[in-house]
């Protein structure tokens, strides 16, 4: 598996709490992913980030942000979790951005009661 | 927006036989089309893809197909083993640097 973690692996927080995950890479890869992952939804893209601070918007950015502020670490921040972003998160890297393949993270299982 | 279509859902297969999982995308300036195994609990996992200069590629028992006119590829995967089970994703980069991805297909592999 190409570099990469996730912290934490697992949590459990309350309706409006903020929580923050973190993806730390020891490839050197340029691009930064997360997605989430739901039933019947596979991987959608929430944020990605093609350099340091240097961030965009994806397909489901609503209620996320995010933050890039070495290379190696990309955090993604739920401000006010709601049981609707209860899911199981992964970050992904790649070398390049468009048409290069992505290397995911073992995943954050997130659960908002 | 821009979308993947995979089908099926789900796949049952005999040990041996051959799996077929289609997908469709929406995006004609598509031009990479990776396929991802996801064992459970585990994260996906990059099994074979295909740019769009070519319309075939072979890795051993795996082979992915792409039609850019009809703008749909499959997954071929030739005697099925039961370490094969998993949910295979389809994807397609679209846009600047999104990726979208089919919904999943859960092949089973029955012995």
């Known amino acids: 598996d190409a570099g990469i973690t996730q912290s934490p692996r697992h949590k459990v927080t309350e309706t409006g709490t903020p929580v923050t995950l973190r993806c730390h890479q020891t490839e050197n890869h340029r691009y930064m992913y997360w997605y989430r992952q739901d039933p019947g939804h596979g991987l959608r893209l929430i944020h990605y980030s093609y350099g340091v601070k240097d961030t965009d918007k994806g397909e489901v950015s609503d209620g996320y942000s995010v933050s890039r502020s070495k290379t190696e670490d990309f955090l993604l921040t739920l401000e006010s979790a709601t049981s609707s972003q209860t899911s199981v998160y992964f970050c992904a890297i790649s070398r390049q951005g468009r048409a290069d393949t992505q290397y995911f993270g073992p995943g954050t299982r997130l659960t908002v009661l | 927006g821009e979308n993947v279509e995979q089908h099926p859902s789900t796949l049952s297969v005999q040990e041996g036989d051959s799996a077929v999982i289609k997908c469709t995308y929406s995006?004609?300036?598509?031009?990479?089309f990776p396929w991802y195994k996801q064992e459970l609990g585990k994260r996906p996992q990059l099994i074979i893809d295909?740019?769009?200069?070519?319309g075939e590629k072979k890795d051993q028992r795996i082979a992915v197909t792409l039609n850019k006119t009809a703008k749909h590829f499959s997954l071929h995967i030739t005697e099925t083993q039961p370490e094969d089970s998993a949910v295979y994703f389809c994807?397609?980069?679209?846009?600047?640097?999104?990726?979208?991805f089919g919904a999943g297909t859960r092949l089973t592999v029955k012995p």
């Open positions: 995006d004609s300036a598509s031009n990479y």
């Open positions: 295909i740019r769009s200069n070519v």
């Open positions: 994807a397609a980069d679209i846009n600047n640097n999104d990726m979208r």
